[in-house]
């Protein structure tokens, strides 16, 4: 089994992935953590090594074909990223959405090494949109992929007004749902 963990700055992707990973005992994989060590190791911050991609492919097809590689080669993993769901296509796609008010607000004091430190929760708001709209613009460029799109995914959370613990355990119930029906179905037991 294989759950990829799409969505927005700040709405939980890695927490909720490394939660569920543990919960189901599958390993974790973070796709932002090796963009992450990609840019720290080209001296750049992952805002610099994103506008750096919208003029170069290679940013984002590093990563790329390490998921696609991930999807065919390896099972049981949990998978945290933007893309995650279009280059792992045989997987239970999730989404997780939260107000922009919020998401800044969550990691504005969660730093990454590979991010800037922002001034304020609203510049962060703002660096977020950005970043938004900077990740949509080359993954339309390169994959013609919005991942935006909520209709990519077999189920979207809206993380705002939930707590962490919330969202995993919505998400595992309805991975274990998933997973039961279609073991019925195989079994022609339906």
């Given at each position: 089994m294989i759950i990829t963990i799409s969505g927005m700055p700040g709405s939980g992707k890695t927490t909720v992935?490394?939660?569920?990973?543990?919960?189901?005992?599958?390993?974790?994989?973070?796709?932002?953590?090796?963009?992450?060590?990609l840019a720290i190791e080209r001296g750049m911050t992952i805002q610099e090594l994103n506008d750096l991609g919208e003029r170069e492919a290679w940013t984002d097809k590093e990563i790329d074909d390490h998921q696609t590689k991930l999807g065919k080669t390896k099972d049981n993993f949990v998978i945290d990223g933007r893309t995650s769901y279009h280059f792992i296509p045989n997987s239970i796609k999730v989404y997780l959405k939260v107000s922009t008010d919020v998401g800044a607000k969550r990691i504005f004091n969660a730093v990454r090494p590979d991010e800037e430190k922002s001034s304020s929760v609203e510049e962060l708001k703002q660096k977020n949109i950005d970043r938004t709209a900077s990740d949509k613009r080359r993954y339309k460029k390169y994959y013609d992929i919005d991942p935006t799109n909520q209709t990519n995914y077999d189920l979207v959370i809206d993380t705002t007004t939930k707590t962490i613990d919330q969202v995993t355990n919505q998400i595992v119930e309805f991975v274990r749902k998933k997973v039961h029906s279609e073991k019925l179905i195989a079994n022609h037991k339906v």
């Open positions: 992935a490394r939660m569920i990973a543990d919960q189901l005992g599958l390993e974790h994989v973070s796709m932002g953590a090796l963009r992450g060590r």
